[in-house]
């Protein structure tokens, strides 16, 4: 008998899979990991949206218009692979899924997702001279997933299999406040 | 017992010589004839004889009734002086005994209240030097925590001070990069930091 963690993996390695074979027909791959990632931070980040869409009452026909309403533009394929997982009341499982999509994706693609955060759009410059570095220190090809954040004041913050290097200026000013308080 | 026979028997002959000296003065009044020499001292014979058997009848009957009984009153009486001597003693030595214990028990009592007042002042200037010792203690306790307090105060608004500097520096600095830096700035930035950046496996 599979305990229900044992259960939720299962579910997540399916609607990976599934996803991911569905991606690749379109050769879409990592375009919905990126878009898949989005995803699940905006579901995780509400918890209006995760009750309505874990509400019994509400119709699966309003959950669909919702979901197409927030997400549109994202992927197919994608916003198919979450509508059932709505409808199922596996919602649980959509950040494993997320986690193993990207491994498998990866795996498919033959190369690491680096997340990279900065204040200001990258150009293609940037663009190279980020994959040129991580590439060599990987082992491996990178393919960038951008994020702008103003937050961030300046600087760039990378991470990628949970491993982070934190160069925002954001940071460097929150380590300077913390010296200052105690040194002044 | 003797001596007082021989006492009783003197006073007889004494009292007895005195009968026979005063029938004779009295008959030689009232004869009225003149006797000359040592016959003035003793009597005629024809009247000292019944005065002798009146005086020899005189003397058994008070021997036979009135001396044992007189002198059974005077041992009775010497007895009693005797008991009364004896216990007198008795008591007066008893007296004296009691004298001596309670002289004793005096000098017993005095050395035992004078043990029980200085026991008395010892354990008070005990008691003393502990009730100044806790307060002493006591004392010192609320000074240190008092110390320890404003220690922590004093801490605290520095930390708060501090902190409120180093948010101020920081507040103003973010506004300056973040409005003053133009896309071309942040890209620089973004490149430099990117050249000075780590490796992922340092984290």
Not at chain 1, 143 to 166: F, Q
Not at chain 2, 17 to 38: V, W
Not at chain 2, 129 to 138: L, P, R, Y
Request: proline content about 2%; aromatic content about 6%.
């Amino acid at each position: 008998m599979k305990t229900n963690s044992a259960n939720n993996r299962a579910k997540a390695t399916v609607y990976a899979e599934v996803l991911l074979a569905a991606a690749r027909v379109k050769n879409n791959v990592f375009a919905v990991a990126n878009e898949f990632d989005l995803l699940t931070k905006t579901v995780r980040g509400s918890i209006e949206l995760r009750k309505t869409l874990v509400d019994k009452t509400v119709p699966a026909t309003a959950k669909r218009a919702i979901i197409t309403e927030i997400f549109a533009g994202y992927a197919s394929e994608l916003l198919e692979t979450f509508i059932v997982m709505v409808d199922r009341g596996d919602l649980a499982v959509l950040p494993r899924a997320n986690e193993l999509y990207t491994t498998l994706a990866e795996k498919a693609l033959g190369a690491a997702f680096v997340d990279v955060t900065t204040v200001v759009p990258l150009d293609e410059a940037l663009r190279e001279q980020i994959i040129s570095k991580y590439s060599a220190e990987l082992g491996c090809g990178v393919m960038l997933r951008e994020h702008v954040d103003s937050d961030l004041i300046g600087g760039i913050i990378l991470s990628t299999h949970g491993k982070r290097i934190d160069a925002s200026v954001s940071s460097q000013l929150e380590r300077a406040r913390h010296v200052l308080s105690k040194t002044f | 017992m003797k001596q007082r026979i021989k006492t009783v028997a003197k006073m007889s002959v004494l009292l007895t010589t005195a009968m026979l000296a005063m029938p004779a003065m009295a008959f030689a009044a009232e004869d009225g004839d003149a006797k000359l020499g040592i016959e003035l001292l003793f009597p005629p014979l024809g009247e000292f004889i019944p005065m002798l058997i009146g005086f020899i009848i005189l003397w058994i009957i008070l021997a036979k009734l009135a001396w044992p009984h007189f002198i059974g009153m005077i041992d009775k009486r010497a007895e009693k002086i005797k008991d009364s001597l004896e216990k007198a003693e008795f008591a007066k030595q008893e007296a004296e005994r009691l004298l001596e214990e309670y002289k004793v028990e005096i000098s017993g009592a005095k050395k035992e209240a004078a043990d029980i007042i200085a026991n008395a002042k010892q354990q008070a200037e005990h008691v003393k030097a502990e009730i100044t010792a806790s307060a002493q203690t006591e004392a010192e306790s609320i000074i240190s925590k008092a110390r320890r307090a404003i220690e922590t105060e004093k801490k605290t608004a520095i930390a708060e001070l501090q902190a409120s500097a180093a948010d101020m520096t920081i507040m103003v600095t973010k506004k300056v990069i973040g409005t003053d830096l133009s896309t071309a700035e942040h890209k620089s930035i973004i490149e430099r930091y990117i050249a000075e950046a780590g490796s992922f496996n340092e984290n």
